[in-house]
């Protein structure tokens, strides 16, 4: 049995407690929490300096990806940035698991605790087996000839349920709507099955896709021309709203990026942002004003398009711009992203559960100099 206090505790069920005491058992389940310290059965308690929140929550992540870490130092927009990820299979087996070792090792350390993680392949299977985080993989279609659905479904149902084999939680989802044709999207909701909680669908995440859904021409226009794309996947779609229309679906969707969003078309679905691959691929962030906090959650995105996999340092950016507040921020990193993966057992310091406990220091002047050393 342990007890824990600091300069703050933030439970993100309620309002933040100076000086709280958050008592958890070995294991690091919660089992109360204290404003008063004259309240507490024990007179061992551990102090820290800083704020104790739960652990974090990396709601978008391509773990698979992690290999492809310092492939280019900059690049000149989204169909650049997709020459990068041309070169996933330009490397060894035993790289691309090492990585994707060191990426895990790094999100540990980092206080991330549950993942939202793209698949494309099994790389990240056994790892993965070894039960360091909790995971939602998103089995993720790319296909853009409505010709080969079939085929496509097809082998996303082979890593889906090998996946679920081995109990781990896996839904088939879309990449995104400029790769993905109505069609397509359809045979994504004829597979869903009870053990789906989620979808994952990268939104808006670069301009070429409003030009292409509004006016049939632009960069991406030629680029889906030239892949021989069937010309239903630039029907008229208005985002977010045409998505959960195509999907056909009561689960919840999660859209990522939503870089270019001017406003949301459904306000009661999750939206992710990860800020700092936006900028690396389009110098852009969202417009924050938009969104609702309380479905807003953050990725990481991966090591092909960030230096790091840490949560505090997407917060950082996040805090330079907008007027969230820092107990905000870390609904936004915490609770709003396991409530949307249905991590039931994260999130947020409630009775029962084990969220895993992070302390952040010297956030005095912002989340950009602060530090965070996992507890539990």
């Known amino acids: 049995m342990r007890f824990l206090t600091a300069d703050y505790l933030y439970t993100l069920v309620n309002e933040p407690i100076k000086n709280g005491v958050l008592q958890v058992d070995d294991s690091g389940k919660v089992i109360n929490t204290y404003s008063n310290f004259l309240d507490v059965p024990s007179n061992k308690i551990d102090c820290y ?34 020459s990068i990820i041309k070169d996933r299979d330009n490397f060894s087996k035993h790289k691309i698991i090492s990585a994707i070792e060191e990426s895990e090792k790094q999100m540990i350390k980092n206080g991330i605790v549950g993942v939202g993680d793209i698949c494309n392949t099994l790389d990240t299977l056994p790892q993965k087996l070894t039960g360091k985080m909790q995971y939602y993989n998103f089995i993720e279609v790319f296909e853009v000839d409505a010709n080969k659905s079939a085929e496509a479904i097809s082998s996303a149902l082979v890593i889906r349920d090998k996946f679920r084999s081995n109990d781990l939680q896996a839904t088939i989802s879309p990449h995104a709507p400029y790769s993905v044709p109505p069609s397509l999207m359809k045979a994504i909701s004829d597979v869903s099955d009870n053990l789906d909680f989620v979808f994952s669908i990268h939104n808006q995440e670069t301009k070429h896709e409003d030009i292409l859904f509004e006016h049939k021409e632009g960069e991406f226009y030629k680029w889906l021309c030239f892949l021989n794309a069937s010309s239903e996947i630039w029907k008229k779609r208005s985002s977010s709203a045409d998505i959960i229309q195509e999907l056909n679906t009561e689960k919840n969707i999660l859209f990522v990026h939503n870089t270019y969003s001017e406003k949301l078309d459904s306000i009661d679905q999750y939206y992710c942002t990860c800020p700092n691959a936006n900028l690396f691929i389009e ?12 479905y807003l959650c953050v990725g990481t995105d991966g090591l092909a398009s960030n230096n790091s996999l840490s949560i505090i340092n997407e917060l950082a950016q996040i805090q330079k ?44 002047l912002g989340l950009e100099s602060a530090s965070v050393t996992k507890i539990i």
């Open 49 to 82: 300096q800083g704020i104790l929140c739960p652990g974090f929550i990396n709601a978008h992540c391509h773990l698979e990806l992690s290999h492809l870490q310092g492939s280019r130092d900059q690049v000149k927009g989204f169909l650049d940035f997709l």
């Open 283 to 294: 110098q852009k962030l969202p417009d924050y004003s938009i969104f609702n906090s309380d």
């Open 321 to 364: 711009h907008s007027d969230y507040s820092l107990e905000v921020l870390l609904k936004i990193a915490c609770r709003n992203g396991a409530i949307a993966l249905g991590f039931n057992d994260l999130g947020t310091f409630e009775i029962g559960k084990r969220p895993g406990i992070n302390l952040i220091s010297n956030y005095s």
